[in-house]
């Protein structure tokens, strides 16, 4: 079984940086690669970024190429979601899952309780 908890969200400027922690505890952490979601007022929840059980590989959506950076701490059991350059339709709950390997995140067993990101313009 996996817990995971988001922390990191909130109220910032388009153009800002913000991240996202997730923090895993479970034995089975290390095993599983994980991803990062969201969901915006009246929209599915989406996949935001992904990434390998040992870090490698890592896949991002179209909408967070170059600007956000997932990586994971294996020794911490967290996985971190760096947002640069951040913009107002990036405004959503965002959420922690595993395992994720690919597709929808319906094949998704585990979720934390989501962390709200704002971004103003």
């Known amino acids: 079984q996996l817990q995971l908890v988001e922390s990191g969200g909130g109220l910032v400027q388009a153009g800002a940086s913000l991240r996202l922690s997730c923090a895993a505890s479970?034995?089975?952490?290390?095993?599983?690669?994980m991803g990062w979601f969201r969901q915006a007022p009246g929209k599915e929840r989406e996949f935001v970024a992904a990434?390998?059980?040992?870090?490698?590989?890592?896949r991002y959506a179209d909408s967070a190429k170059g600007r956000f950076t997932i990586s994971r701490d294996n020794a911490k059991n967290t996985v971190p979601l760096q947002m640069n350059s951040v913009k107002p339709e990036d405004t959503a709950v965002y959420y922690c899952?595993?395992?994720?390997?690919?597709?929808?995140?319906?094949?998704?067993?585990?979720w934390g309780q989501g962390t709200q990101v704002t971004v103003s313009s």
């Open positions: 479970g034995r089975t952490f290390t095993q599983y690669p």
């Open positions: 990434i390998g059980s040992m870090g490698l590989p890592t």
């Open positions: 899952g595993g395992p994720y390997y690919s597709g929808s995140s319906s094949g998704v067993t585990y």
